[in-house]
């Protein structure tokens, strides 16, 4: 088993390199260099836009090119969570902050 995780992370790290990505346009270019500086930093971070752009694959090769590469990645899709809910979904909240909070919820970026 710990052999087959070794396995695939490698696969992964491979897929996600920065080394992987293709396009030469000046645009990605950018978005390369902003990429790299981001995980030099080691911070959380939101990626935005369209459809079919790319936004999880950015967020994997972030991850899988940092120094905390073996901790937990977490991809949220947030136009699948009501807009009523996003800052809950996100940041988590406390028991009484609103009707129905009965418990204490920790956000999808505290899980991180």
Do not use: W
Not at 60 to 67: M, Q, V, Y
């Amino acid at each position: 088993m710990k052999a087959e995780v070794l396995r695939l992370r490698g696969e992964l790290e491979t897929i996600c390199s920065f080394d992987g990505m293709v396009d030469k346009s000046k645009k990605m270019q950018n978005v390369y260099v902003l990429m790299h500086q981001t995980a030099e930093a080691n911070v959380i971070v939101l990626i935005r836009g369209g459809s079919g752009t790319g936004k999880e694959l950015v967020a994997k090769s972030i991850h899988f090119n940092r120094d905390l590469r073996t901790g937990p990645f977490s991809a949220v899709d947030s136009a699948a969570i009501p807009e009523t809910l996003i800052e809950s979904e996100l940041c988590g909240h406390e028991p009484g902050v609103f009707m129905g909070a009965t418990v204490r919820r920790v956000g999808k970026i505290r899980q991180c």
